[in-house]
């Protein structure tokens, strides 16, 4: 049974910085594109960013393009999302999830995420 859970949420402050960590079981993690989503009330979920199995590639929504970075540890089958410059409008749950197929890409709108977590909270303050 795959099991994914996000931490590091918080209650942050405008231009403050956090990061988010995702800690993955039951699959080769290293075998697996990984990415980040995240959904405000009344608003669709959104794409933020994905990471290709192997490290090498990433993708990043324009709307946090420059200010978050993605990474993974595939020796501690944990991935990131360092945030920095954090907006009001980043406020969200934020979820982390694994493609279903090994040894994808990294172009997110065309990985088929099939395992999530419970999703952590980032709330920025103004």
């Known amino acids: 049974q795959v099991q994914v859970v996000e931490s590091g949420g918080a209650l942050v402050q405008a231009r403050g910085s956090l990061r988010l960590s995702c800690t993955v079981s039951?699959?080769?993690?290293?075998?697996?594109?990984m990415g980040w989503f995240r959904q405000a009330p009344g608003n669709e979920r959104e794409g933020v960013s994905c990471?290709?199995?192997?490290?090498?590639?990433?993708y990043y929504a324009d709307s946090v393009k420059g200010r978050f970075t993605i990474s993974r540890d595939n020796a501690k089958n944990t991935l990131y999302l360092q945030m920095d410059s954090l907006k009001p409008e980043d406020t969200a749950m934020y979820y982390c999830a694994a493609d279903r197929a090994q040894f994808g890409g990294s172009w997110l709108p065309g990985v088929d995420f099939g395992y999530w977590g419970q999703g952590t909270q980032v709330h920025v303050s103004s």
């Open positions: 990471i290709k199995w192997n490290g090498s590639t990433a």
């Open positions: 039951g699959l080769t993690f290293g075998q697996h594109t």
